[in-house]
Structures are given as structure tokens and as C-alpha cells.
């Protein structure tokens, strides 16, 4: 699949629930509506779906949520999937905010998962809880230990928030040498109606990066995962350090990702609103020649890049749906 762009479609994440255990304060309000369960594609169908890409070209399939362990019996997926590695697909991994790890880290890693992302953005106790609105860090870091145990490499997401964690930068740096984790900074980014300030939040990463040169040796590298962070080597603690920037430096011009929601809507850029109906010829045949087309037909769609802007007037969202329902 090749866009009008010329860039090449091989990667894909799925968000297979829009439901999450935490409230974390730049993704989503804390009373949040969730979905009706009628809406939300069943296992089978988003496992269809996931095939229906690796044979139009995907090669890298991430699920997401919201927090995609909360799903029940999503193992059955990534089961499903895990046995088109090799055959077509060459990596299934997932973003996750650690919470439901230390049950599922080593299932994970026995179906071909082996990396994974972990979002979190304080090591301080406190700050975790005040952040999540009632998270509890201990049972991220319980996760954490069950992944290293596990096998699987870890990279810790976690988004620069001014004023709240933007103290704890070279710290999280320290413990990921520490812990053998990579680490990856995100600007926050302006989805969905959250009821707090949106320039009150955002830091942005240029200057992150500046302040931690000052500590640190940064070296650039051509190092790559998929997705858009643009990693540095740490020569301190020997492990990578990521950013990603779609407020400061727009990265669309390398963009080879599209998002897939639990309701079966298929986002070619997570900053537009234009989006396809894949659960119409999804459900209407079980032919997947009108699925197929669908996607293609999706893909010369897709745009060049994103609006996002931190509205300073009105710090209003570029787009109103949440990250959840995106596919974070």
C-alpha cells in the first residue's frame, strides 16, 4: 500500500478497546463515556481485519487501547495474530500502561511478542496517583519486572507535562540505564476534551532536550522502531532516548502508519478527522475482496500531515475524539 505521497503503508496499530483502569489527565476527562460493548468489533473480526492488512503489505502490528489488557480474553488475539509472524508479519507488540502486566507479560513473550511500550510519566508515587487520578505505581513497576523476567525489551513512554513531571527528566533517564529500558518523550498532544488547560500542559521537547544535553552525552543515531521518534544514544547509561515531537517538529513527511479503532473506523493520520468504514464491508460479506478494497481505496486518502497547533486563544483540541478511541 502506497499513498499519494509515495510512502509506504506497512505499519498498523489497532486501539482494541477504548476502555482503560486509569484517567490519566492529558488523555481523557475522569467521567468518561465508554463505548456500548454492541459497537466494539469482536476478537474474530479485528483478528480479520489484522489479516486483511498483512496481506495488503503491513508488517508491524500494534494493539492498543485505551488500555488493551483490559479487554476480555484479548490473548486469544494476540494468539491469533502471534501465528502470522513469519508469515507475512514481522513484528506484533503493544502499548500498555503496565497495569495488567504481571499477569500477562510472560503470555505475551510465549506468542511472539517482544517488545513493548509502557507508558508512564513520574516515578513519583504521588505524582503517579494524582496524574492516573488513581493509579498506583506499584503495580506498574510489579508489571515492569514481570516483562524483564519475561524477556521482553521495554521502552517507557512517557509524555512531558510542564510543571508536573518536567523535574524528573534526567531521573527517569538514570532509572531506565538502571532497569535496561529505553525511554521516549511525547509533547502532549491537543485530542479530545480533557477539562484541563492545554498550553498549561505542554513542554515542549526542544527545550526537554536542551536541559538534558547539559547532564547527559546525546548522540544522535539512525536507530528506528517503526514510528516517529527520533532516538539519541545515551553514552552514561547506554540505552536510547527517544522524542517525539508533532508539536515542535512535524514528522509526517516519514509517516507509514495508520490507525484502526475498536469500532472498526480506520484513521490514516492521527490528526485528521477524515476516516473509512471498515465495519460495513467487514460485516456485509465474508468475501474479503470489498474489505480489501475498502482499505486501498482508504489509503489514497490518506494526507500529508497533521494540523496539530497549541490554539493559545482558546486551547481547544485539533480534533475531538480522544487517544483512547484513536489508538494511542
Request: net charge positive.
Amino acid at each position: 500500500m502506497i499513498d499519494p505521497f509515495g510512502r509506504r503503508i506497512t505499519y498498523l496499530r489497532v486501539s482494541v478497546t477504548d476502555r482503560c483502569d486509569l484517567r490519566c489527565v492529558y488523555c481523557m476527562a475522569e467521567d468518561m463515556t465508554f463505548l456500548p460493548k454492541a459497537e466494539v468489533l469482536t476478537l474474530e473480526e479485528l483478528d480479520r481485519l489484522g489479516a486483511a492488512f498483512i496481506r495488503l503489505g503491513v508488517r508491524k502490528l500494534r494493539l492498543t487501547g485505551g488500555e488493551p489488557l483490559v479487554r476480555r480474553d484479548v490473548m486469544r488475539l494476540f494468539t491469533s495474530l502471534g501465528a502470522r509472524l513469519g508469515n507475512g508479519l514481522d513484528e506484533l507488540t503493544l502499548t500498555t500502561n503496565g497495569t495488567q502486566l504481571a499477569r500477562y507479560a510472560a503470555p505475551l513473550s510465549e506468542v511472539g511478542v517482544r517488545r513493548i511500550n509502557v507508558s508512564l510519566d513520574t516515578l513519583d508515587a504521588g505524582k503517579f496517583a494524582a496524574i492516573t487520578r488513581w493509579g498506583r505505581i506499584g503495580q506498574v513497576l510489579e508489571g515492569l519486572a514481570a516483562a524483564r523476567s519475561a524477556g521482553l525489551a521495554v521502552k517507557i513512554n512517557t509524555v512531558a507535562l510542564k510543571g508536573v513531571n518536567e523535574d524528573e527528566f534526567e531521573r527517569l533517564v538514570e532509572w531506565c540505564g538502571q532497569e535496561g529500558f529505553d525511554l521516549c518523550l511525547i509533547e502532549t498532544m491537543p485530542m479530545g476534551e480533557i477539562s484541563a488547560d492545554r498550553v498549561d500542559q505542554y513542554l515542549p521537547l526542544s527545550l526537554v532536550r536542551a536541559r538534558l544535553k547539559r547532564r547527559f552525552t546525546l548522540a544522535e543515531t539512525d536507530y528506528r522502531t517503526g514510528g516517529p521518534a527520533r532516538y539519541y544514544n545515551v553514552a552514561e547509561t547506554g540505552r536510547r532516548i527517544g522524542f517525539i515531537t508533532p508539536m515542535t517538529h512535524n514528522f509526517c513527511e516519514s509517516c507509514n502508519r495508520v490507525r484502526l479503532t475498536c469500532t472498526g473506523t480506520l484513521f490514516m493520520c492521527l490528526g485528521q478527522e477524515d476516516s473509512a468504514d471498515l465495519r460495513r464491508p467487514l460485516r456485509s460479506s465474508a468475501d474479503d475482496a470489498a474489505l480489501e478494497a475498502a482499505i486501498r481505496e482508504a489509503i489514497t486518502r490518506k494526507p500529508k500531515g497533521h494540523d496539530f497547533v497549541i490554539d493559545r486563544r482558546h486551547s481547544r483540541p485539533a480534533v475531538s475524539r480522544h487517544m483512547s478511541v484513536t489508538g494511542g
